[in-house]
């Protein structure tokens, strides 16, 4: 008979979450089988609703996610990331997730506490999930990262430019250019 180790599954470790008393505005998502709470600020939602403003101009609402569980490759990755743009024809898996593989775009707004998440073990899942377009937004800097061409578990493109120049998603599935000029800074 097989012995289980002591480690929970993700699953186990989000019904721990459902059952804490996690304050109003907070964010909490597993990277790495860490459990991260981050609460949520102005600038960041102001951001966050930007980049969801100008990708209905493409996407139906259905097909947009924000703060939604998605299980990603590695370790416990269970993100709850800031915005999601779906595939069309995008099916939740038997759980009842969004399956990563139906993921075309993602965008991160960076939160100081777990800005190393965003830039580390969160791009590495996304790339080896095959997320063809992975944009980082820094607020407290004023500057965007683009990473797109997931190949071999990493991207091997990367552009970064200041908030005010526009972000050219043309060459992706999103299909579009996303303006910054709005953005506001921290």
């Known amino acids: 008979m097989a012995e289980r180790d002591d480690e929970p ?21 597993i990277v790495g089988g860490h459990i991260f709470m981050t609460p949520q600020r102005d600038t960041h939602w102001e951001i966050i609703f930007g980049i969801i403003e100008q990708l209905r101009t493409k996407y ?9 569980r998605i299980d990603f ?6 993100f709850a990331c800031d ?5 069309d024809g995008a099916v939740l898996d038997g759980k009842g ?5 139906d993921v075309e775009f993602v965008a ?19 790339a080896a999930a095959g997320v063809p377009a992975y944009l980082i937004v820094d607020p407290y800097t004023g500057k965007w990262h683009l990473h797109t061409l997931p190949k071999d578990d990493e991207y091997h ?18 299909g579009l250019t996303l303006t910054t000029d709005e953005f506001p800074r921290d």
């Not at 139906?60 to 939604?68: A, F, G, H, T, W």
């Not at 490759?73 to 269970?78: D, F, I, S, T, V």
């Not at 991160?108 to 996304?126: C, H, L, Q, R, W």
């Open 157 to 174: 493109c990367t552009l970064s430019l200041g908030f005010g120049d526009d972000i050219d998603l043309t060459q992706t599935p999103v």
């Open 73 to 78: 490759p590695g370790h416990l990755n269970g």
């Open 108 to 126: 991160e707004v960076i939160s100081k506490a777990t800005a190393s998440n965003d830039y580390g073990p969160k791009k590495a899942a996304f």
């Open 9 to 29: 599954t993700l699953d186990e470790m989000f019904e721990w979450i459902e059952e804490m008393p996690i304050p109003e505005g907070y964010k909490t998502e």
């Open 60 to 68: 139906p609402r259905k097909r947009l996610k924000s703060d939604v």
């Open 97 to 101: 997730h969004w399956r990563y593989e």
């Open 83 to 87: 915005v999601v743009a779906m595939k």
